[in-house]
T-cell receptor, first 110, second 112 residues
Framework: DAKTTQPPSMDCAEGRAANLPCNHS???????VYWYRQIHSQGPQYIIH???NNETNEMASLIITEDRKSSTLILPHATLRDTAVYYC???????????FGTGTRLQVTL | DVKVTQSSRYLVKRTGEKVFLECVQD?????MFWYRQDPGLGLRLIYF???????EKGDIPEGYSVSREKKERFSLILESASTNQTSMYLC???????????FGDGTRLSIL
């Protein structure tokens, strides 16, 4: 059973913030939220992960709601190169498989 | 930055051949993984390894084997390639615990 729900597609204008939502209402207390993206014909690229606090790195910010049932990945200034499929994954650790759902296809346009 | 290197981006082999896919990581990671990715099926785990000479079956190990003789290298072997093994193969590695898996660029394998 899928642990996460994401919209199948989103559009964003170049230079604007892209806000990608993810629902994970059955998340357990020891499970982290990981975000990856996959650009066509490349391997998945790790973006960010968090447990309950908001996180920021050079690529993006991750906002996790207080009840941890949903999160939002924010790309602050989207560029055409951010066009990709974005995956939200919930796992207790990374020593075993990651389960990738269908993700959100983000299209950044001029 | 973590670097996971897969030996080939594209590979074409014939049915019945023994095929080797190689993966090397440069960050002293404990765990290494092999997935395949097919349209409509997402990523599926074939095998993984949490230490040298250790291996664990994933969800679809049939027709595959693996080798991990050194910590940095994890090889996927197709014992007798078949057309249904045509796919994108992705290698990943991670430290123990909750640190993220990092992926290579993938090998697109075609079996004719």
């Amino acid at each position: 059973d899928a642990k996460t729900t994401q919209p199948p597609s989103m559009d964003c204008a170049e230079g604007r913030a892209a806000n990608l939502p993810c629902n994970h209402s059955t998340i357990s207390g020891n499970e982290y939220v990981y975000w990856y993206r996959q650009i066509h014909s490349q391997g998945p690229q790790y973006i960010i992960h968090g447990l309950k606090n908001n996180e920021t790195n050079e690529m993006a910010s991750l906002i996790i709601t207080e009840d941890r049932k949903s999160s939002t990945l924010i790309l602050p200034h989207a560029t055409l190169r951010d066009t990709a499929v974005y995956y939200c994954i919930v796992e207790a650790g990374t020593a075993s498989k990651l389960t990738f759902g269908t993700g959100t296809r983000l299209q950044v346009t001029l | 930055d973590v670097k996971v290197t897969q030996s080939s981006r594209y590979l074409v082999k014939r049915t019945g051949e023994k095929v080797f896919l190689e993966c090397v990581q440069d960050m002293d990671h404990e765990n290494m993984f092999w997935y395949r990715q097919d349209p409509g099926l997402g990523l599926r785990l074939i095998y993984f390894s949490y230490d040298v000479k250790m291996k664990e079956k994933g969800d679809i190990p049939e027709g595959y084997s693996v080798s991990r003789e050194k910590k940095e290298r994890f090889s996927l072997i197709l014992e007798s390639a078949s057309t249904n093994q045509t796919s994108m193969y992705l290698c990943a590695s991670s430290l123990n615990g909750v640190q993220p898996q990092h992926f290579g660029d993938g090998t697109r394998l075609s079996i004719l």
